[in-house]
């Protein structure tokens, strides 16, 4: 209820008051909308990313976060920046790859073999091209960020692929993710993240395609006899403006929003290559028996999937390609376009960031 009231209210300002909306003192305010909730390094990425913007542009633009999916779904998300109701969101690759074949490269099976390369890889060229195919959706591609590699959690024992078989495995909702469980013998079932714990914890669904870092923040451990190490995918996060609110900005405002976001994408991607082991860690510590598999364990899935989905768009094999430059390099040299630019923010000013929903605000 509360969720859909606040849609309401930023659907009807929107058409009051056009893409940013302005106080009596003519102050801008730009809503960044994601489904993590505070805690998470998305929404700590957004947070910084507003405590610059208000450093910079102090008493011109206030910059309000709604995390926690506050807004509702990707989909519903994906509509709101399109009509210009929200400004920017970080979103999850699913929405994009039901809407363009494009992003369905990303969950290309065994791309790399863990969050470091991953970083690498979506820091290229490759990554870049995607994320520029947001256009066709009346999008700006503002940089590409990340979450930890996939890995399997299931509430009863697993310890090789046909342990899987039959079970309700949590998916997102995307066509190339619910087609490689498909191939791997599961019934895919599609759930947010939001409601993953109730779906585990009662028995909706049997396993679940996650991470480390939510295994750990939402104690879905505590209800699991398997935690696998698979690595089996990567999990990229795309961060993106309403092209009609980047319209109504100034070429000097782009062009620091630009640096500014690519910049914290950035740190976002190294600190998952150094996060998603550490989240790793700390499961061990509370006792989880982490099971590590290799790629025997998907192999048969990996190959169906890849029959089926590298003819569909040549960004398969174009990431593919780049991924095994990476693993063969023993640094990351295959970097698109670097942000070098420093951004200086002399205002000591520190404005208030809105995390709607939030009572520690900052
Ligand atoms: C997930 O749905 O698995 C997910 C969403 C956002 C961040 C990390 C994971």
Same mark, same amino acid.
């Given at each position: 209820?509360?969720?859909i009231?606040?849609?309401?209210?930023?659907?009807?300002?929107?058409?009051?008051?056009?893409?940013?909306?302005?106080?009596?003192? %003519?102050?801008?305010?730009?809503?960044?909308?994601?489904?993590?909730?505070?805690?998470?390094?998305?929404?700590?990425?957004?947070?910084?990313?507003?405590?610059?913007?208000?450093?910079?542009?102090?008493?011109?633009?206030?910059?309000?976060?709604?995390?926690?999916?506050q /807004?509702?779904?990707?989909?519903?998300?994906?509509q709101? /920046?399109?009509?210009?109701a929200?400004?920017?969101?970080?979103?999850?690759?699913?929405e994009?790859?039901?809407?363009?074949?494009?992003?369905?490269?990303?969950?290309?099976?065994?791309?790399?073999?863990?969050?470091k390369?991953?970083?690498?890889?979506?820091?290229?060229?490759?990554?870049?091209?995607?994320?520029?195919?947001?256009?066709?959706?009346?999008?700006?591609?503002?940089?590409?960020?990340?979450?930890?590699?996939?890995?399997?959690?299931?509430?009863?024992?697993?310890l090789?692929?046909?342990?899987?078989?039959?079970?309700?495995?949590?998916?997102?909702p995307?066509?190339? /993710?619910?087609? !490689?469980?498909?191939?791997?013998?599961?019934?895919?079932?599609?759930i947010?993240?939001?409601?993953?714990?109730?779906?585990?914890?009662?028995?909706?669904?049997?396993?679940?395609?996650?991470d480390?870092?939510?295994?750990?923040?939402?104690? !879905?451990?505590?209800?699991?006899?398997?935690?696998?190490?698979?690595?089996?995918?990567?999990?990229?996060?795309?961060?993106?403006?309403?092209?009609? %609110?980047?319209?109504?900005?100034?070429?000097?405002?782009?062009?620091?929003l630009?640096?500014?976001?690519?910049?914290?994408?950035?740190?976002?991607?190294?600190?998952?290559?150094?996060?998603?082991?550490?989240?790793?860690? /700390?499961?061990?510590?509370?006792?989880?028996?982490?099971?590590?598999?290799?790629q025997?364990?998907?192999?048969?899935?990996?190959?169906?999937?890849?029959?089926?989905?590298?003819?569909?768009?040549?960004y398969?094999?174009?990431?593919?390609?780049e991924?095994?430059?990476?693993?063969?390099?023993?640094?990351?040299?295959?970097?698109?376009?670097?942000?070098?630019?420093?951004?200086?923010?002399?205002?000591?000013?520190?404005?208030?960031?809105?995390?709607?929903?939030?009572?520690?605000?900052?």
């Amino acid at each position: 209820m509360q969720r859909i009231l606040i849609c309401l209210v930023i659907i009807v300002s929107t058409q009051l008051l056009s893409c940013f909306s302005v106080d009596a003192v %003519s102050r801008k305010t730009i809503r960044i909308g994601l489904i993590t909730p505070p805690p998470h390094m998305w929404t700590q990425s957004a947070q910084q990313i507003a405590k610059s913007i208000q450093e910079k542009y102090p008493g011109e633009f206030e910059v309000s976060i709604f995390p926690s999916g506050q /807004l509702g779904n990707e989909a519903q998300m994906l509509q709101l /920046l399109q009509t210009g109701a929200i400004d920017f969101a970080f979103l999850t690759t699913s929405e994009l790859a039901n809407r363009l074949v494009e992003f369905s490269a990303f969950y290309t099976p065994y791309l790399v073999s863990d969050s470091k390369q991953a970083a690498c890889l979506l820091s290229g060229k490759t990554a870049q091209q995607i994320l520029k195919s947001t256009e066709k959706l009346g999008l700006v591609g503002m940089g590409i960020g990340m979450a930890g590699m996939r890995q399997i959690v299931a509430r009863d024992l697993v310890l090789q692929q046909s342990d899987l078989q039959g079970l309700k495995v949590r998916v997102t909702p995307d066509l190339p /993710l619910t087609d !490689f469980w498909k191939l791997a013998d599961t019934a895919p079932t599609a759930i947010p993240l939001s409601g993953l714990f109730d779906a585990f914890t009662n028995g909706q669904v049997d396993a679940m395609h996650i991470d480390f870092e939510n295994t750990l923040r939402l104690k !879905f451990y505590e209800h699991a006899k398997s935690v696998l190490q698979t690595d089996h995918m990567i999990f990229p996060m795309v961060a993106l403006a309403s092209a009609k %609110s980047w319209r109504q900005l100034e070429s000097n405002q782009k062009n620091y929003l630009k640096i500014l976001f690519e910049q914290q994408l950035k740190q976002l991607r190294d600190g998952y290559s150094e996060a998603d082991r550490k989240f790793k860690l /700390l499961l061990i510590e509370r006792g989880v028996n982490v099971i590590s598999l290799d790629q025997e364990f998907f192999a048969n899935a990996s190959k169906l999937w890849l029959d089926r989905w590298q003819n569909r768009t040549p960004y398969v094999n174009l990431l593919k390609q780049e991924a095994m430059t990476i693993k063969q390099s023993s640094s990351c040299d295959l970097k698109g376009k670097e942000t070098k630019q420093v951004l200086a923010s002399d205002d000591k000013s520190s404005k208030k960031i809105i995390l709607v929903g939030d009572v520690k605000s900052e």
